[in-house]
Nanobody, 127 residues
Framework: QVQLAESGGGLVQAGGSLRLSCAAS????????MGWFRQAPGKEREFVGV????????SYADSVKGRFTISRDVAKNTAYLQMNSLELEDTAVYYC????????????????????WGQGTQVTVSS
């Protein structure tokens, strides 16, 4: 059974940092791009960023560019989302997702193109 499991969420003050992890199990995700999305209350799911299968190429939403960094450890089947300079607007449930892709997908922000999803982890930024 394929599973993605996020961890590392929590409560942090504005300006602080958190690192989320996404552990994949049930198969190898070596040929999969790993994406991060978030959903705030009353809002649609929003693309945060994506990393290609090799870990060498990333793409980010403008709202997090320069503050968030995605990485992955292929051997550990794990992806990470390092979040720095957190803002109140970053409060949301964060999801990792995976889609089969060699190289960077042409439409990385489309959530419907992702096959596997984690259950989400809550990130709350306080003032």
């Amino acid at each position: 059974q394929v599973q993605l499991a996020e961890s590392g969420g929590g409560l942090v003050q504005a300006g602080g940092s958190l690192r989320l992890s996404c552990a994949a199990s049930g198969r190898s995700f070596r040929s999969y791009a790993m994406g991060w999305f978030r959903q705030a209350p009353g809002k649609e799911r929003e693309f945060v960023g994506v990393i290609d299968w090799s870990g060498g190429v990333t793409s980010y939403a403008d709202s997090v560019k320069g503050r968030f960094t995605i990485s992955r450890d292929v051997a550990k089947n794990t992806a990470y989302l390092q979040m720095n300079s957190l803002e109140l607007e970053d409060t949301a449930v964060y999801y990792c997702a995976a889609r089969s892709a060699y190289g960077m997908p042409r439409d990385p922000a489309d959530p419907y193109k992702y096959t596997y999803w984690g259950q989400g982890t809550q990130v709350t930024v306080s003032s």
